[in-house]
């Protein structure tokens, strides 16, 4: 195999290698372009001051040079939405007089409209009135922002507080509704009367809060030599942009990637976390798994060890290697037929009568989703654990079987033990097809934007009719759907990287078991 | 009453009394869809005695052995016909429990095969199989079996270490011990050395002749040697039929049939 090949065999060996270069080069592109472009996302670009030749200036991040043939074009990120109406901008170079690099701009990340980028010229609030930049000032600012944040949490934790009492609150009324008599009535017309002013009291202190947070204001002075008032309370951080040395910028990067991994999303998903797209991801996947497996390791035991073999076995063994290959679409129409249209209908029909016309379980929701993705990835289970099967060697079987044990202890007490490295083979397939897969999720339950986990704290915790984002899907939204593209660029390759990474993470863990597994229950050696 | 072909008992003298029977078959056809590997044999088997099958590939010792345990249901296209009594039962009547049969009558494979399991739970398998739960009866009998196989003192550290990490000829040793930890009163050996060096197959050897008192043992074996030493009856195949049976000694130095006396002197097979 080495250097042997002769000169007749050259060109065969040119060709061939030629097919693995070209793969090797589209795989390496497409690494290097997500893994750049998404590990770059969170970077903190530096602030340039461009002064153009029609006398405007402006203030911003270049995010990318374009060579043209009457020169350059830039692009450039200027922020300021509410302002300017559009955050990025195309910029010829030949319209440039002047760029420079002003020390102390400043990029300012935002809750709403995007970031704002300009000098700091002023905070104001009670009892505090600063103007002009200055340690004093960024001092303050940063206290006043700590301060901000208890309060933000203070908010959300009572907005969470009047949610649940709401809830309570309306499962009271609903009952009411329903006739109860009594006793009981008039203890829950207590109930109710009660909650009412409980929530009326929580309506007032969230409105006080917000009333004192609306005080704070941080005056931003722009490229053009206005101002502008932002609310404190909008304000994620501050980035001294062009002050940052290389360890600055790496904790913005990190605080920036923890944000990305725990927020959730704002601003139509151009900006915050995609927490809420991994929580559906995984639990997505998790209950996929916990559909395919069983099912697929029922099939096949039947097909393997109890159905007769024959042709209508063989038939059905065709059957379920070509399900493989039917479209994923086509699985999700099948899913919004069946189980959302039917299963869910029917359950509507006969669990939740009380709520319809608004559908429970007969609308899209992470239930119905896994199904679906669970049908799809049930042939790859199938195969990978039929092929687990045939590999228990026979002499095992005989073993158990001439000990006394019948059929079915010996499937569960040899032969699975030992199937289980194929097994885990196929469910290792099936959750990186399901992780990735992003069309039959659009039609059985995948949101843009949901507004609540599947998983809570409210009973029954585990929500399995609601809708769910996924990062697939958010890929998707964010590159097609947004309608701020260019803005969302950044964290579309970030998201892409995610996926991958969560992909290759459960992949991981299901190859390190399998290993495990693999030495645990070593065939015979002899 | 067929007249079946019986050793001379009496003729033993170390053992002395006369034998009860272990297995009594009569008539017994294996087919393997259209074609016939054996052709009506009629044997019978006496208890706490060692048998061997001997004969050239082929013809139909391994077959034979496994309708005593009704090993060849597990071949779709293997039917038997015939009748063959353990211990006085009819071991195709209609309420026979194929699990109660194979607790009475235990297999010992070619290959070993012991399960990806601990040495532990390999033996513990059977017992567990038929509903034993106790801790201490387990314990109880594993040491017993590991004993008796002689592989106590060899393995009794390392009961929890897997069953693969020993060698060939302790893995065929505890496949016995697994064998026996059922309880069966029959034990069925299917070349159970042919895979072994000479060293282990001495052992195995010598496990039998200590297990030939407690045990009726059927072996199947390709080493007429192997035969000549551990057996006290030896039955020679051919082609699916019995052509001889008889006490061990008299097979093999003064044989009755000429083809008998071609395969034992090496001129054919």
Same mark, same amino acid.
């Given at each position: 195999?080495?250097?042997?090949?002769?000169?007749?065999?050259?060109?065969?060996?040119?060709?061939?290698?030629?097919?693995?270069?070209?793969?090797?080069?589209?795989?390496?592109?497409?690494?290097?372009?997500?893994?750049?472009?998404?590990?770059?996302?969170?970077?903190?670009?530096?602030?340039?001051?461009?002064?153009?030749?029609?006398?405007?200036?402006?203030?911003?991040?270049?995010?990318?040079?374009?060579?043209?043939?009457?020169?350059?074009?830039?692009?450039?990120?200027?922020?300021?939405?509410?302002?300017?109406?559009?955050?990025?901008?195309?910029?010829?170079?030949?319209?440039?007089?002047?760029?420079?690099?002003?020390?102390?701009?400043?990029?300012?990340?935002?809750?709403?409209?995007?970031?704002?980028?300009?000098?700091?010229?002023?905070?104001?609030?009670?009892? $505090? @009135?600063? &103007? /002009?930049?200055?340690? *004093?000032?960024? !001092?303050?600012?940063?206290?006043? =922002?700590? %301060?901000?944040? +208890? #309060?933000?949490?203070?908010?959300?934790?009572?907005?969470?507080?009047?949610?649940?009492?709401?809830?309570?609150?309306?499962?009271?009324?609903?009952?009411?509704?329903?006739?109860?008599?009594?006793?009981?009535?008039?203890?829950?017309?207590?109930? $109710? @009367?009660? &909650? /009412?002013?409980?929530? *009326?009291?929580? !309506?007032?202190?969230?409105?006080? =809060?917000? %009333?004192?947070? +609306? #005080?704070?204001?941080?005056?931003?002075?722009?490229?053009?030599?206005?101002?502008?008032?932002?609310?404190?309370?909008?304000?994620?951080?501050?980035?001294?942009?062009?002050?940052?040395?290389?360890?600055?910028?790496?904790?913005?990067?990190?605080?920036?990637?923890?944000?990305?991994?725990?927020?959730?999303?704002? !601003?139509?998903?151009?900006?915050?976390?995609?927490?809420?797209a991994?929580f559906g991801t995984v639990l997505m996947v998790l209950l996929m798994s916990?559909?395919?497996?069983?099912?697929?390791?029922?099939?096949?035991?039947?097909?393997?060890?109890?159905?007769?073999?024959?042709?209508?076995?063989?038939?059905?063994?065709?059957?379920?290697?070509?399900?493989?290959?039917?479209?994923?679409?086509?699985?999700?129409?099948?899913?919004?037929?069946?189980?959302?249209?039917?299963?869910?209908?029917?359950?509507?029909?006969?669990?939740?009568?009380?709520?319809?016309?608004?559908?429970?379980?007969?609308?899209?929701g992470i239930l119905w989703a896994s199904l679906t993705l669970a049908?799809?990835?049930?042939?790859?289970?199938?195969?990978?654990?039929?092929?687990?099967?045939?590999?228990?060697?026979?002499?095992?079987?005989?073993?158990?079987?001439?000990?006394?044990?019948?059929?079915?202890?010996?499937?569960?007490?040899?032969?699975?033990?030992?199937?289980?490295?194929?097994?885990?083979?196929?469910?290792?397939?099936?959750v990186?097809?399901a992780a990735?897969e992003?069309?039959?999720l659009?039609?059985t339950g995948v949101?843009?934007?949901?507004?609540?986990?599947a998983?809570?704290?409210?009973?029954?915790?585990?929500?399995l009719?609601?809708?769910f984002m996924h990062l697939g899907?958010?890929?998707?939204?964010?590159?097609?759907?947004?309608?701020?593209?260019?803005?969302?660029?950044?964290?579309?390759?970030?998201?892409?990287?995610?996926?991958?990474?969560?992909?290759?993470?459960?992949?991981?863990?299901?190859?390190?078991?399998?290993?495990?597994?693999?030495?645990?229950?070593?065939?015979?050696?002899? | 009453?067929?007249?079946?072909?019986?050793?001379?008992?009496?003729?033993?003298?170390?053992?002395?009394?006369?034998?009860?029977?272990?297995?009594?078959?009569?008539?017994?056809?294996?087919?393997?869809?259209?074609?016939?590997?054996?052709?009506?044999?009629?044997?019978?088997?006496?208890?706490?005695?060692?048998?061997?099958?001997?004969?050239?590939?082929?013809?139909?010792?391994?077959?034979?052995?496994?309708?005593?345990?009704?090993?060849?249901?597990?071949?779709?296209?293997?039917?038997?016909?015939?009748?063959?009594?353990?211990?006085?039962?009819?071991?195709?009547?209609?309420?026979?429990?194929?699990?109660?049969?194979?607790?009475?009558?235990?297999?010992?494979?070619?290959?070993?095969?012991?399960?990806?399991?601990?040495?532990?739970?390999?033996?513990?398998?059977?017992?567990?199989?038929?509903?034993?739960?106790?801790?201490?009866?387990?314990?109880?009998?594993?040491?017993?079996?590991?004993?008796?196989?002689?592989?106590?003192?060899?393995?009794?550290?390392?009961?929890?270490?897997?069953?693969?990490?020993?060698?060939?000829?302790?893995?065929?040793?505890?496949?016995?011990?697994?064998?026996?930890?059922?309880?069966?009163?029959?034990?069925?050996?299917?070349?159970?050395?042919?895979?072994?060096?000479?060293?282990?197959?001495?052992?195995?050897?010598?496990?039998?002749?200590?297990?030939?008192?407690?045990?009726?043992?059927?072996?199947?074996?390709?080493?007429?040697?192997?035969?000549?030493?551990?057996?006290?009856?030896?039955?020679?195949?051919?082609?699916?039929?019995?052509?001889?049976?008889?006490?061990?000694?008299?097979?093999?130095?003064?044989?009755?049939?000429?083809?008998?006396?071609?395969?034992?002197?090496?001129?054919?097979?």
């Open positions: 195999m080495k250097a042997a090949s002769s000169a007749r065999d050259s060109v065969p060996v040119m060709v061939t290698s030629l097919g693995l270069v070209l793969v090797l080069l589209m795989l390496g592109m497409v690494i290097w372009l997500i893994l750049s472009r998404g590990l770059a996302a969170f970077w903190p670009q530096r602030l340039d001051r461009l002064e153009m030749k029609d006398g405007s200036v402006l203030l911003g991040e270049v995010w990318e040079r374009m060579a043209t043939p009457e020169g350059g074009r830039l692009r450039l990120r200027v922020g300021n939405r509410e302002l300017t109406g559009q955050d990025i901008l195309l910029l010829d170079e030949s319209e440039l007089r002047a760029s420079t690099r002003p020390q102390d701009a400043v990029l300012v990340e935002r809750n709403e409209n995007g970031v704002f980028v300009g000098w700091l010229d002023g905070l104001s609030g009670p009892g $505090v @009135a600063l &103007s /002009g930049d200055g340690p *004093a000032l960024r !001092e303050r600012l940063d206290a006043s =922002l700590d %301060a901000m944040e +208890d #309060l933000d949490g203070a908010l959300r934790d009572l907005q969470e507080d009047a949610r649940r009492l709401a809830l309570k609150r309306g499962r009271w009324e609903e009952k009411l509704e329903q006739g109860t008599q009594g006793d009981e009535r008039a203890q829950l017309e207590g109930r $109710v @009367a009660e &909650s /009412g002013t409980r929530l *009326a009291a929580l !309506e007032s202190q969230l409105d006080s =809060l917000r %009333a004192a947070a +609306d #005080l704070w204001h941080l005056r931003m002075r722009t490229a053009d030599g206005g101002t502008a008032e932002l609310p404190l309370l909008q304000v994620v951080r501050w980035v001294p942009a062009n002050e940052l040395g290389p360890l600055g910028r790496t904790g913005v990067y990190l605080a920036r990637l923890w944000d990305f991994l725990g927020e959730e999303p704002r !601003e139509s998903n151009t900006a915050g976390g995609v927490w809420p991994i916990l559909a395919a497996a069983p099912l697929g390791v029922m099939t096949a035991v039947y097909l393997h060890d109890y159905a007769r073999q024959g042709v209508v076995v063989r038939i059905i063994r065709l059957a379920v290697n070509n399900l493989a290959g039917v479209p994923s679409i086509v699985f999700g129409i099948f899913g919004l037929g069946f189980f959302i249209y039917f299963a869910g209908g029917s359950l509507d029909g006969t669990l939740f009568a009380n709520r319809l016309p608004e559908p429970t379980f007969g609308t899209g049908l799809l990835t049930l042939p790859v289970v199938v195969v990978a654990t039929l092929e687990g099967l045939a590999a228990v060697s026979p002499a095992t079987r005989m073993a158990a079987l001439a000990l006394g044990a019948t059929r079915w202890q010996m499937i569960r007490q040899v032969v699975l033990p030992n199937a289980m490295p194929g097994i885990l083979t196929g469910l290792i397939l099936a990186s097809r990735g992003v069309a039959p659009m039609i949101v843009k934007l949901a507004p609540s986990l998983l809570d704290g409210d009973f029954p915790f585990l929500h009719e609601r809708k899907f958010h890929i998707y939204d964010l590159g097609f759907q947004s309608p701020n593209v260019e803005a969302a660029k950044p964290m579309l390759f970030a998201t892409a990287l995610l996926l991958i990474v969560i992909v290759l993470a459960l992949n991981l863990t299901a190859i390190l078991m399998r290993n495990h597994l693999r030495k645990v229950y070593k065939q015979a050696a002899f | 009453m067929m007249e079946l072909k019986k050793p001379e008992v009496t003729q033993r003298e170390d053992m002395g009394t006369t034998t009860e029977t272990a297995v009594l078959a009569q008539g017994v056809e294996v087919w393997y869809g259209p074609s016939r590997s054996v052709h009506g044999i009629d044997l019978c088997l006496p208890a706490r005695r060692v048998t061997a099958f001997i004969g050239p590939s082929g013809c139909g010792k391994s077959t034979l052995l496994r309708c005593f345990n009704r090993m060849n249901d597990l071949i779709p296209a293997c039917a038997v016909k015939g009748s063959i009594q353990v211990h006085g039962m009819d071991i195709h009547a209609p309420g026979v429990a194929l699990e109660e049969l194979r607790r009475e009558v235990g297999m010992v494979f070619q290959k070993s095969n012991p399960f990806s399991k601990s040495i532990y739970d390999n033996v513990a398998y059977g017992p567990r199989v038929h509903g034993q739960k106790d801790h201490h009866q387990l314990d109880e009998i594993v040491e017993t079996c590991l004993k008796r196989v002689a592989l106590w003192d060899e393995v009794k550290d390392r009961l929890k270490g897997s069953a693969l990490d020993l060698s060939g000829g302790q893995q065929q040793r505890l496949c016995i011990a697994r064998a026996l930890a059922v309880g069966p009163r029959i034990l069925l050996m299917d070349e159970p050395a042919s895979a072994l060096d000479p060293r282990s197959t001495g052992r195995i050897e010598d496990l039998i002749t200590e297990l030939r008192d407690l045990y009726t043992i059927v072996i199947v074996t390709h080493n007429m040697q192997q035969a000549a030493r551990v057996s006290d009856y030896t039955a020679f195949l051919y082609e699916g039929n019995l052509v001889e049976f008889n006490e061990t000694q008299r097979l093999f130095t003064k044989p009755e049939n000429e083809q008998t006396n071609d395969y034992i002197t090496g001129r054919f097979g």
